[in-house]
């Protein structure tokens, strides 16, 4: 029988990252999820599964400290942290504005640091943990009109690797999950020509789901994956197959 888990989802509100807190939930853990503004999404998928919610922006290097510390005392410590948090853009590079540029960086890359860095005392404590980003198959293949999103996941991914390095010797893993295209709101606004498009280029010929991806974050999170880390596992249909 497998020992619950105290985990904290970055960005669990909507998404990937509701996906993940109820996959947790349902596996018996302990879960804390932080969200930025939605708290009546927040309150809603708090009461659907017993989790706790904390409200912090994670381009806010403060808020975000504070808000590690407070899931940890109330969990009791901590054994997994997904960070989840992000926000995607649609423009021509000439379009984009120095304030876009930041918050892309702000809330895809710096909020995936400040929660690691945030993270690591509480797993250090049980010489153990796992840390799951997500990632995106831009930062690993490129795409166009999305350039800070794809800079910002590529960045993501070196980050993760060489906190893999680093963390191992204390026991703790780091892995980064890529995925495609999936069925969120990041992903609402696409129109039908666009999806149909993105289908075709895909080799399974759909659009992923995000339980789907938050069945790929639990195994990571597992007893199971012990000997898995500094991995970046794509789940894009075989999108980026050769890339």
Request: net charge negative; glycine share 12%.
């Amino acid at each position: 029988m497998t020992t619950p888990k105290r985990i904290l989802i970055i960005g669990g509100s909507r998404g990937i990252g509701a996906a993940c807190v109820r996959y947790f939930a349902a596996q018996g853990d302990s879960v804390t999820f932080l969200y930025r503004n939605n708290k009546t999404a927040a309150d809603a998928l708090a009461a659907q599964t017993g989790a706790v919610s904390l409200q912090a922006d994670v381009s806010d290097a403060a808020q975000v400290n504070a808000a590690v510390q407070k899931a940890a005392q109330a969990m009791g410590g901590l054994d997994g942290l997904v960070v989840c948090a992000g926000v995607a853009q649609i423009k021509v590079l000439n379009d984009v504005t120095d304030e876009d540029w930041r918050k892309m960086i702000d809330t895809d890359l710096s909020g995936a640091f400040y929660a690691v860095r945030a993270s690591i005392p509480e797993l250090l404590k049980n010489h153990a943990g796992r840390i799951i980003c997500v990632g995106s198959m831009w930062g690993k293949v490129g795409a166009s009109c999305e350039a800070p999103y794809a800079a910002a996941k590529a960045g993501l991914r070196g980050f993760v690797m060489s906190m893999a390095k680093e963390l191992g010797p204390s026991g703790i893993t780091v892995n980064i999950v890529e995925p495609g295209v999936i069925d969120t709101e990041m992903n609402a606004a696409l129109d039908d020509e666009t999806r149909r498009a993105l289908c075709e280029e895909t080799p399974l010929g759909r659009i992923g789901l995000p339980a789907e991806v938050a069945e790929l974050i639990g195994f990571l999170a597992s007893d199971k994956a012990g000997f898995i880390t500094g991995q970046a596992i794509g789940i894009d249909g075989g999108f980026a197959i050769g890339s």
